[in-house]
């Protein structure tokens, strides 16, 4: 009965610490692998070091932050594992200093804040299977006299088979905003840079499908250029069609100049 016990309680431990070392389809935050906060740490849940193959893209970070104002960023990653809708394939752990991170317009369903913490933002289920590996936040900036602000994120590109191996790839990055008049915005990334962009779209809209809109427009083209024509053609009848009937007229005046003067002699 004694074997049996241990067997069951090495049983449990076991499925205990493999369940621990799951990947998180539905957001990760705070010290999940008791190595601080994911989003400074990693995602070390998946492998032990970041991967430079993948490439963390943070854009529409400002140089600088009005009190109080909104900022909204987007988040990407590049690289790693191709991504899949049909499986959880790409998340990220954000975590600011100061200020509250938010989903914005439109994304609420894609991440939410981590434990109810606005200092962190995480992807959601659905967020983890997103096509494209791109997320839309936005940062309030905090009140004023705060001083500089630091953001820390970490983002994971998976193969989605839910066991953490070699195959997944992570990578994380930093970047600091200090208070003061609104200077621009600018984009941080980490990364090898080794991106291959993604194929061209090709976009057209056949005649037979324009909306009444652009058949408008293009008959506004046409009635100008019939207008223009009409006018060109307007010009060259008088400069060349009456001036031959004027010419005409001027042979006639002057053959009757000159029996007037045969006469008066």
């Known amino acids: 009965m004694l074997t049996v016990r241990k067997v069951l309680a090495i049983s449990i431990v076991a499925v205990l610490t493999a369940g621990g070392s799951q990947a998180n389809p539905t957001g990760i935050g705070g010290d999940a692998n008791n190595e601080g906060d994911v989003a400074l740490a990693g995602c070390t849940c998946h492998a032990e070091e970041p991967d430079n193959s993948v490439t963390l893209i943070l854009t529409d970070v400002p140089h600088r932050y009005v009190p109080g104002d909104s900022y909204e960023m987007s988040i990407q990653i590049i690289g790693g594992p191709a991504a899949d809708t049909s499986s959880h394939t790409g998340g990220f ?35 983890s299977k997103v096509a494209d590996r791109t997320w839309h936040i936005t940062w309030t900036a905090p009140e004023e006299g705060t001083g500089v602000v630091t953001i820390w994120l970490a983002g994971n590109s998976v193969n989605g088979d839910g066991i953490p191996s070699q195959l997944d790839r992570w990578n994380r990055l930093s970047a600091s905003i200090d208070e003061g008049d609104f200077g621009g915005t600018r984009t941080v990334f980490v990364g090898n840079g080794d991106i291959e962009p993604p194929a061209p779209v090709e976009e057209g809209v056949d005649l037979h499908h324009m909306g009444a809109g652009m058949r408008a427009h293009w008959l506004g083209l046409l009635g100008f250029a019939a207008v223009v024509i009409v006018i060109v053609f307007c010009g060259l009848m008088l400069r060349y069609g009456f001036s031959r009937h004027y010419e005409g007229r001027s042979n006639l005046l002057r053959l009757r100049i000159k029996h007037q003067r045969r006469g008066d002699q």
Request: charged share 15%; glycine share 8%.
């Open 93 to 127: 752990s954000m975590r600011v200093s100061e200020g509250t991170l938010s989903a914005s317009a439109g994304f609420e369903s894609l991440m939410y804040n981590w434990e109810d913490d606005l200092a962190t933002l995480t992807h959601s289920n659905s967020g």
